[in-house]
């Protein structure tokens, strides 16, 4: 059984991809598309005319035309009121997500932006200058993160500042402390009636993430985090976990598969027309099928029976196997239960396609 119903579903296609290719993101590094208009009209009429056995269709749909980096088809402003005009009502959604790119290119974007909501955008970190181009894997991405942050406020949109942590990043904390109190952040969005918002986040070690696996920090490292910039996170460290030897040690006796799911279901369309369910990491063992070669209805009947080699496994694998198997009983590796879960299913994933 999996949480994917009849009642509400999203498809996500990405029609341009993404300028990054950020070291932390669980979505991978897919190639980018140069899908058009007409295409994303087509793929969406497939889904809104697919029927089940019964003849029954899904009852509410949310088109999107963008996958990872939203806005980044230079179509962005008709392809908003596509997505509205697609969708059922009131269901085209935007997030609390900008192109952080296009704001520090496109002179016009913010204010566009403003006038939609919600008014806030988060905003990547992964240290300095030359550890945030690091870890975004792009050269200048850092200024165009403190410009999108400039154009936002201009607006009357909120920054909110994410930062991940790693290894690398541990020696340039103070710096990136001082970075904040210096472009006044706090007190310019309370100007424009906001509240800025700065965090540390976790990082899931799946997608591009389980390559960032020896940059994770462990216990010990924490002692090096300034503690101004624990008290200014709005979660603490708490997106940053526990010890992988206690969690292991819990994990052990869970004798229920992992049932991961998600709080929005949906299907992700990748530039090679491949469609994959966001349960998890867009990877093989999840993959539904290919739109072109497949058809949506054997990709439909896949999803809801939950067919892949990943959805199976997510159902019918006792967490304390994977832990058993996968779990590494002295590390001092910092990570969410959730997450810790989300590794093992990467390499049962690996494992599987030996």
Not at 99 to 114: G, H, K, N, P, Q
Request: hydrophobic share 35%; glycine share 8%.
């Amino acid at each position: 059984m999996n949480n994917f119903t009849m009642s509400h579903l999203g498809v996500m296609v990405d029609m341009a991809g993404c300028p990054n290719r950020c070291r932390h993101c669980w979505l991978g590094a897919h190639k980018n598309g140069h899908m058009n208009i007409k295409e994303f009209q087509e793929i969406a009429s497939q889904f809104k005319s697919w029927r089940d056995e019964n003849g029954k269709g899904i009852s509410e749909w949310s088109f999107f035309s963008w996958w990872r980096e939203p806005d980044y088809h230079k179509d962005y402003r008709h392809l908003w009121e596509l997505e509205k005009a697609l969708s059922s009502p009131e269901c085209a959604e935007r997030f609390e997500l900008l192109s952080t790119w296009r704001l520090a290119r496109d002179d016009s974007y913010a204010a566009w932006a403003a006038t939609l909501g919600p008014k806030v955008c988060q905003i990547t970190f992964f240290g300095m200058e030359d550890t945030t181009d690091w870890g975004m894997r792009r050269k200048g991405a850092f200024k165009d993160q403190i410009t999108a942050t400039e154009r936002c406020i201009e607006v009357g949109i909120a920054p909110r500042w994410q930062l991940f942590l790693t290894k690398r990043c541990l020696p340039e904390l103070e710096d990136f402390l001082r970075l904040m109190h210096e472009l006044d952040l706090w007190h310019r969005c309370e100007k424009i009636g906001r509240k800025f918002e700065f965090f540390i986040g976790g990082m899931t070690p799946e997608g591009c993430g389980y390559e960032l696996e020896a940059e994770r920090l462990e216990q010990p490292d924490l002692e090096r985090i300034p503690r101004e910039l624990v008290t200014l996170s709005r979660d603490g460290l708490c997106m940053l976990g526990r010890p992988e030897s206690e969690l292991v040690q819990e994990l052990l006796q869970e004798s229920k598969p992992p049932r991961m799911g998600a709080s929005f279901p949906s299907v992700a369309i990748d530039a090679d027309y491949d469609v994959y369910p966001n349960i998890a990491e867009p990877a093989s063992w999840w993959r539904l099928g290919n739109l072109e070669t497949d058809g949506v209805d054997q990709i439909m009947d896949t999803l809801f029976c939950g067919a892949t080699p990943g959805m199976i496994a997510n159902q019918t694998i006792a967490v304390s196997a994977l832990a058993g198997q996968y779990g590494v009983a002295d590390s001092q590796k910092l990570y969410n239960k959730g997450d810790l879960i989300c590794r093992f299913m990467h390499q049962w994933g690996i494992d599987s396609l030996k």
